[in-house]
């Protein structure tokens, strides 16, 4: 059973209920379901991450591995020092949640006495960047100092950019693989319901993505325009550095798998995955897994060089989690067993260590990370 929301949170679904419905309206009846989901998750004041709602941790609709503990920030913080160092630059986190990871990882990094002169976020929600102010006020203020939430990209960067769990969070185009070819997915509003249809794809590019995959009919899946686009733009932007980006998802041969016909779109409610992305809009979370085969075309086509792609357990486990685990006292059971049981669900194959991947691009002169020397799949993309 799905827990009821409360009447304040009913009403302000259906406020996003008739956002929607009137974008739908001022398009002559039918949007893609990239513009639905963008407006579900971003509308200001409205989207799922641009009002206040609790999202992240046991209270909200997911955990991402920052709030499970501070041990992933803190390996994160040891895989990206040493480029820091080579590079003498700072670091952007994208889409930086509730603050926990800028936390964690400005804390590991003074630590190693690596701390940046800058730690820029961007981040797209209003709302979050507010919280992730307070976070870093309350937990990190000998840190805060140091941080700047940007705009938008700086036209030259050096150091490191990373983002955990924000590539599956981008608007993606929903396509419907026919006898007759490819269609876009779109909504449309019927008897004050969300309802799909279908219409000719016209976009030059997505159409020529959508046919490249030659799928059986009745299949459906995603194709992230959104995430090809972001790597360009960072691509654009990093002059000497690296890009880190931690997400689920897989490499095209098994995201476009004929078993995988219903595609990866999901909601998340309270904990739970629904299939069905019109529910309750604006208290739901919408994702699709990531296409990694795709985003390394994107960087690699603006010019950026693949520096390692493996799964979250083998890059964490590679870059020192287990090292930072064993601080802590296996015999101080009260402070050892919760961190032990986080580290579990990080890097366990049944858990997030498999679903999880990391993949890295270079631009520049950069050493090899520790946490891609084993369990290397730049192959498999
Ligand atoms: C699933 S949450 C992950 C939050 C955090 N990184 C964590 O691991 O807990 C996705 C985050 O990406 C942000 N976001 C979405 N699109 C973005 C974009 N184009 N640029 C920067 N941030 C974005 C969201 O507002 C949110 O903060």
């Known amino acids: 059973m799905l827990p009821a929301p409360s009447a304040d949170a009913l009403a302000h679904s259906q406020r996003v209920v008739a956002h929607l419905a009137a974008l739908i309206a ?65 670091v952007l986190e994208l889409g930086a949640g509730s603050g926990r990871l800028a936390v964690d990882i400005l804390g590991e990094l ?24 307070e976070t870093l006020e309350r937990e990190s203020p000998q840190h805060a100092g140091r941080v700047h939430w940007l705009d938008t990209l700086p036209a030259h960067f050096c150091g490191v950019v990373f983002g955990n769990e924000v590539l599956d969070a981008l608007p993606v185009e929903l396509v419907h693989w026919t006898a007759a070819g490819p269609r876009l997915r779109g ?31 009745g299949y459906v899946s995603e194709i992230s325009l959104a995430a090809d686009a972001l790597l360009a733009s960072l691509a654009a932007s990093l002059d000497h550095g690296l890009i880190l980006m931690i997400d689920y998802g897989f490499a095209a041969g098994e995201y476009y798998h004929p078993q995988r016909h219903m595609g990866t779109l999901r909601a998340h409610y309270r904990h739970h995955a629904l299939d069905d992305p019109f529910h309750l809009p604006g208290l739901s979370d919408l994702t ?3 296409d990694f085969s795709a985003v390394t075309r ?46 579990q669900r990080l890097v366990s194959p049944a858990e997030m260590g498999e679903l999880f991947k990391v993949i890295a691009f270079a631009r520049g002169e950069i050493a090899p990370l520790a946490g891609f020397m084993r369990g290397d799949r730049r192959h498999t993309l």
Not at 197 to 215: G, K, M, N, Y
């Open 110 to 133: 003074a630590t190693l006495d690596a701390l940046p002169a800058r730690y820029s976020i961007l981040e797209v929600s209003a709302d979050l960047r507010a919280r992730q102010r």
């Open 26 to 90: 001022e398009a002559g009846g039918w949007i893609p379901f990239s513009r639905f989901m963008d407006a579900a998750l971003y509308a200001p004041g409205l989207g799922y991450y641009s009002a206040g709602a609790m999202k992240f941790g046991a209270a909200g609709d997911f955990v991402t591995a920052p709030e499970l503990t501070p041990l992933f920030g803190r390996t994160l913080a040891r895989a990206i020092a040493p480029v820091l160092a080579q590079t003498g630059g700072d």
């Open 288 to 290: 699709a897994h990531v």
């Open 298 to 343: 994107a960087a690699t086509a603006a010019g950026l060089e693949l520096a390692g792609y493996a799964t979250q357990a083998a890059f964490l486990l590679g870059s020192g989690l287990a090292e930072l685990l064993m601080q802590t006292a296996p015999d101080d059971a009260a402070a050892y067993l919760p961190q032990a049981n986080a580290v």
């Open 187 to 217: 909504v449309t509003r019927e008897r004050e319901r969300f309802a799909w249809q279908d219409r000719p794809i016209e976009e030059a590019c997505l159409r020529a993505r959508a046919e490249a995959l030659t799928l059986a009919p």
